[in-house]
Nanobody, 121 residues
């Protein structure tokens, strides 16, 4: 069974930094894009950053220049370095991976359980 396990969330003051990690476990064929999404109270889940298998990245405008996504393809992991955090970044952050379980199957989305990031002013 495929699992995505996140870590690294917590409480930080405005201007501080946090690094989120997400590790994929289970029997898989390949992982294509990996990314981070977030959902603040009363809001829809939104894309934060995505990285392709080839290393191309996409960021939400609100985090450009402050957040950096990276991945360790050999170890099926993805990271999100978050700098210059502000209270608007407070949300539950979810890891996402587009995974193919075998060459016979198309990719599908898998999600982590979410990790809370709280930025105090």
């Amino acid at each position: 069974q495929v699992q995505l396990v996140e870590s690294g969330g917590g409480l930080v003051q405005a201007g501080g930094s946090l690094k989120l990690s997400c590790a994929v476990s289970g029997s898989i064929f390949t992982i294509n894009a990996m990314g981070w999404y977030r959902q603040a109270p009363g809001k829809s889940r939104e894309l934060v950053a995505v990285i392709t298998r080839g290393g191309s990245t996409t960021y939400a405008d609100s985090v450009k220049g402050r957040f950096t996504i990276s991945r360790d393809t050999a170890n099926n992991a993805v990271y999100l370095q978050m700098n210059s955090l502000n209270p608007e970044d407070t949300a539950v952050y979810y890891c996402n991976a587009k995974i193919r379980l075998s060459p016979l199957f198309s990719e599908r989305d898998y999600w982590g359980q979410g990790t809370q990031v709280t930025v105090s002013s």
